[in-house]
């Protein structure tokens, strides 16, 4: 079975507040969508962005709009005014995201 990464079937943004970090995980095409939530799911992406998320990951599925939401808890060591990341927004953490390898059906 081959791989592909994310970043060759999706899109992604993210957000922050304080020490949470947003990112969504969009598919280029709409038919992928819910093969894509069968393959990336909260627990895939905490072991992929292990050295950056701390906490908790939690999946918000959007149907209406074939989107995936992943919230994260404890990523941004202490938020924008405590942080001393060079990216205190975690702006770059999406195309960390993309970077993931999943099974091609």
Excluded at 10 to 38: M, V
Excluded at 51 to 70: E, H, S
Aim: glycine content about 8%; charged content about 30%; some cysteine.
């Amino acid at each position: 079975m081959s791989t592909v990464k994310l970043i060759d079937i999706a899109h992604s943004r993210t957000g922050d507040k304080g020490d949470t970090l947003n990112i969504s995980l969009i598919p280029y095409n709409e038919a992928d969508y819910e093969w894509l939530g069968e393959k990336v799911g909260p627990q895939k992406v905490k072991e992929h962005l292990k050295k950056i998320v701390k906490g908790k990951v939690t999946r918000y599925d959007l149907p209406n709009i074939k989107a995936y939401n992943f919230v994260c808890e404890q990523s941004l060591m202490g938020g924008v005014t405590t942080s001393l990341a060079i990216d205190t927004h975690g702006k770059s953490i999406s195309s960390a995201l993309l970077e993931m390898e999943i099974e091609k059906e």
